[in-house]
């Protein structure tokens, strides 16, 4: 019996159909949930049914109770569910809303002993009421379109501290995810300044901060002394698949801080696990596209402390960005995972230098060569007029380091230490050069308002990587003698 059978019929696996269905529209949504083999490993099969159950549950809450589910294998889930009216616009919001719903801990065991979240991915799309043909067409396009779950290495489980790790990462996960809901997460902003004036404000990146502790009411410490980096707790999300709520609901934020004020520039970190254009992102493009200047003055910083699951499906996400006005910053650059072709292909408009490289050029006899191979850096990712930042600026020594190699603009608590804002949206920097937007010459050409956004290159992903190679190829050519124990040493 197919799905389209049950919602007539009223099978077992859904509720039963109106008896006089009077809808217009049906909604099909697929579930693809994709950590399912490893909450058997961690928590047994109860967790996989409550897993199973609450996608179901969480489902109905979402789009109502007139569905009918039908379950392909035990991870895949499809959704047929009958609406009056229903925009095309309307249901990426519900996809997206179901997705949010996931991001809440699921309980199993006695007392609720175990709890665990699910790594899910979600697609929908609208079906015309009297096409048959329309439905299988429609459910193989977005079956197709989930990428393929990551096939995990049994190896790292054999003597069972691969196993401890892991439900060591579910419990921060659980813990960062509950401290969201419970309003304990908070964005600090760190301005990234000109090397010539500090004054010059390139753009505020916003930084992660939790809130462990309570005062004597029993509310969250709403004070810089109280606050954690939420850098291992994000580590944690990564390696689990996990982080795409989380880097969702910042890039919301900070998009909500731009909106409120027009005179700044702001940057958002996301992880290379999020760089996909999907569910997760839909609202989001949406929200950019019905406002340019917001997306004009957005910075989308992407980090490679995870593998990108598909280089030429985050082309593609980059791409779109650009267009929308938005520009790509590529973080840590030197340590990450991305080839210089990957690299090349993104297109980023700024690249950051990871701090590391700065650490060794200013610390005497720690790394022959270090001060050489940090220039030989920087000018590789200033190719093509890309601006490229120094980050982890913590003395004015190594300010001094930077400038030398040939930085162009600093980060670091040196140059101006991260400040919290608690409810409040007021500006975290004080700059007179905060309206330096509006023709500044100081300024990259990519920010001046007379000046139009690259477009990007053609979608064909193909031909980005192409040219990519190409570019890479010849670039390799002329740095090979400036740049060979650079490159010695990263290989």
């Known amino acids: ?114 709890r665990f979240l699910v790594s899910a991915q979600a697609a929908s799309g609208l079906l015309d009421i009297n096409g048959l043909e329309s439905y299988s067409t429609e459910l193989h396009r977005l079956r197709c379109g989930l990428p393929q779950r990551a096939a995990r290495d049994a190896a790292v489980d054999r003597d069972g501290q691969g196993l401890i790790r892991e439900r060591l990462d579910m419990a921060e996960a659980v813990a960062l995810y509950d401290a969201l809901a419970d309003g304990r997460i908070f964005l600090a902003w760190q301005p990234v300044t000109s090397a010539d004036d500090s004054a010059l404000v390139l753009y505020e990146e916003a930084l992660l901060r939790l809130v462990r502790h309570d005062g004597a009411d ?35 934020r900070v998009m909500e801080r731009l909106k409120a004020d027009p005179t700044i520039r702001l940057a958002c970190n996301i992880s290379a696990q999020s760089a996909v254009l999907d569910a997760w992102w839909s ?10 200047d917001v997306a004009s003055r957005l910075f989308v910083e992407i980090t490679e402390t995870a593998q990108f699951p598909d280089v030429s499906a985050t082309v593609d996400f980059c791409g779109r960005l650009q267009r929308l006005g938005c520009a790509i910053v590529i973080d840590d650059f030197g340590v990450g995972r991305a080839s210089l072709r990957d690299i090349v292909a993104l297109n980023p408009a700024v690249v950051k230098i990871d701090a590391s490289f700065l650490r060794w050029a200013s610390s005497e006899g720690l790394r022959e060569g270090a001060a050489d191979e940090l220039r030989s850096l920087i000018a590789l990712a200033s190719c093509r007029g890309r601006e490229v930042i120094m980050e982890g600026v913590e003395t004015a020594w190594m300010r001094d380091v930077a400038v030398r190699a040939g930085a162009r603009w600093l980060q670091g608590q040196w140059v101006a230490p991260a400040v919290t804002l608690f409810p409040a949206h007021s500006s975290s920097v004080q700059t007179a050069a905060k ?44 740095i090979v003698g400036t740049g060979f124990g650079l490159w010695r040493w990263l290989a």
């Open 218 to 252: 029993g509310r969250p410490i709403l004070d810089e002394s109280a606050l954690q980096s939420g850098g291992e707790s994000v580590a944690a999300l990564e390696r689990l698949g996990l982080v795409r709520a989380l880097d969702a609901w910042v890039v919301g």
């Open 435 to 478: 309206d330096s937007s509006k023709d500044d010459p100081a300024l990259p050409a990519f920010l001046q308002p007379s000046i139009e956004i690259e477009e990007a290159w053609e979608p064909n992903s193909g031909v980005r990587f192409a040219r990519g190679l190409l570019f890479g190829l010849a670039f390799n050519t002329v």
């Open 1 to 114: 019996m197919s799905i389209r059978e049950m919602v007539v019929e009223g099978g077992a696996c859904g509720a039963p159909a109106p008896t006089a269905p009077e809808y217009t529209h049906e909604l099909l949504v697929v579930v693809q949930i994709d950590n399912l083999d490893r909450l058997k490993a961690l928590y047994g099969e109860a967790a996989a049914v409550a897993a199973r159950h609450g996608v179901e549950a969480r489902l109905r809450s979402v789009v109502g109770p007139s569905v009918a589910l039908f379950w392909n294998d035990e991870a895949n889930l499809d959704a047929l569910v009958t609406w009056k009216r229903l925009s095309a616009g309307e249901h990426t919001r519900l996809t997206g809303e179901l997705l949010q719903s996931l991001a809440v801990p699921f309980v199993t065991g006695d007392e609720g002993a175990n």
């Open 283 to 292: 609202s989001l493009l949406a929200d950019l596209v019905l406002s340019p």
